[in-house]
């Protein structure tokens, strides 16, 4: 387990055992996600075409979430049938060199800068350490402060469907507390 001044060699988090996990760290990451969608939209009547439009949509945050870092890739369908992109959450390492990591207080400046006024963004205590918030309509990030100054892990939440207020909206800050360093 770390200290707040050693890095943490890996984090647990508590994800509802209905959310499909994509590993993003293994070649075989689009098998899994088409598996998903194919198994989502699989006697559904939902379209080949939009079936083929969230594979894509998927496939491309998967790939561009790849580039910069991402781990993991849950998804969870929201609507009955399939017909819509499902909930997500994409859990990505963004590291620095140990001590450059930017403090929250500061990070959340800089993201409130560029995000503007459409998003609610504040630090809170997560049972981990200080964390930087963004909310939108529809989507849910947390900026987890890593010990040892070695950056931040980034759980990003989306919710196209039914938005970060109420229920989901609950769960995705919940999934968000449970997270611990080990």
């Not at 496939?59 to 992109?85: H, I, M, Y």
């Amino acid at each position: 387990m770390s200290t707040a001044t050693t890095p943490p060699s890996d984090y647990r988090i508590l994800v509802p055992r209905d959310w499909f996990r994509v590993d993003l760290t293994h070649e075989r990451w689009r098998r899994q996600l088409k598996t998903f969608v194919d198994k989502e939209s699989a006697g559904s009547g939902v379209p080949a075409e939009v079936a083929r439009s969230i594979w894509t949509t998927l496939r491309n945050t998967a790939e561009v979430g790849v580039a910069q870092g991402a781990l993991e890739f849950f998804l969870k369908t929201e609507s009955p049938g399939g017909s819509a992109l499902p909930a997500s959450l994409l859990i990505s390492l963004a590291q620095t060199p140990r001590g450059l990591a930017p403090e929250a207080d500061e990070f959340a400046r800089a993201l409130a800068q560029r995000m503007g006024p459409d998003a609610a963004v504040d630090v809170i205590e997560l049972p981990v350490g200080r964390t930087v918030r963004v909310i939108t309509k529809t989507t849910m990030d947390f900026h987890v402060h890593m010990p040892g100054g070695v950056g931040y892990l980034h759980l990003a939440f989306s919710t196209p469907l039914s938005g970060t207020e109420g229920p989901m909206g609950e769960l995705c800050d919940a999934i968000a507390h449970s997270l611990r360093w080990v």
